[in-house]
Every structure is written in structure tokens, then in C-alpha cells.
């Protein structure tokens, strides 16, 4: 199984970047495939995460209404699409199979298997 994300880069506050988790080895019509992040000196945090064949969505708290997870089957791949970007939301983000759970609104890793290199995003101010 592997994962690929790509699509950071540099953006002003504001502007808008679309990840891509590109997945082979399983297929995201079974699975459910998380997005989460890392900033400098901080813990990893969870962002985002869809179920198998998109049946469902989750977004963390600072991100809700601004991000979008979906997933496309025929290219096996998950997308985050980030709009209105804040400088607090530079850090590089991961994906992450298979699955997503949640505790007390809290994205966990226990069960997350495999993951992607990461994908830096810097968003200046």
C-alpha cells in the first residue's frame, strides 16, 4: 500500500490549494482515508477524513466550513480542498489509511496503518 500526497505550496492568507492523496494498494470504494497535519513543534492533529465510497465526512473544528474532503474511485483518490486559508494552517499534511476515528470529536491515529509522505502548505500573512 502506498500514498501520495501532493499539491502544497505557498499561498497568501486567504487563498485557496487543493491536496491530492493519490492510493494504491486499496481501494478508497472500501476504505476510509483521513488527512491529518503537522506544524513545526506541534503534535500531529487530524483535519479531515471520508468513509468508504464517500458515504461520509468529517472535519476538525478550525477547518469546518472551509475545507472539503471527497474522494474520486476511478483514480483512487482522496482531495482536500482548502479555501480561505490562515497562516495557522501552515504545516505539512499527511494522508492516511485505512480509516477514521473519531473521539469525542477528536480524529485518532490508532488504526492508520499507512501513510503519505506529506504535502508542506505555507500560507503567508
Known amino acids: 500500500v502506498q500514498l501520495q500526497a501532493s499539491g502544497g505550496g505557498l499561498v497568501q492568507a486567504g487563498g485557496s490549494l487543493r491536496l491530492s492523496c493519490v492510493i494504491s494498494?486499496?481501494?478508497?470504494?472500501?476504505?476510509?482515508i483521513s488527512w491529518f497535519r503537522q506544524a513545526p513543534g506541534k503534535e500531529r492533529e487530524g483535519v479531515s477524513c471520508?468513509?468508504?465510497?464517500?458515504?461520509?465526512?468529517h472535519y476538525a473544528n478550525f477547518v469546518k466550513g472551509r475545507f472539503a474532503v471527497s474522494s474520486d474511485s476511478v483514480k483512487n483518490t482522496v482531495y482536500l480542498q482548502m479555501d480561505s486559508l490562515e497562516p495557522e494552517d501552515s504545516a505539512v499534511y499527511y494522508c492516511?489509511?485505512?480509516?477514521?476515528?473519531?473521539?469525542?470529536?477528536?480524529?485518532?491515529?490508532?488504526?492508520?496503518?499507512?501513510w503519505g509522505k506529506g504535502t508542506q502548505v505555507t500560507v503567508s500573512s
Open positions: 492516511a489509511a485505512a480509516g477514521c476515528l473519531i473521539v469525542g470529536n477528536t480524529m485518532r491515529e490508532l488504526g492508520l496503518e499507512y
Open positions: 494498494g486499496l481501494s478508497v470504494d472500501e476504505n476510509a
Open positions: 471520508i468513509g468508504n465510497r464517500g458515504r461520509s465526512t
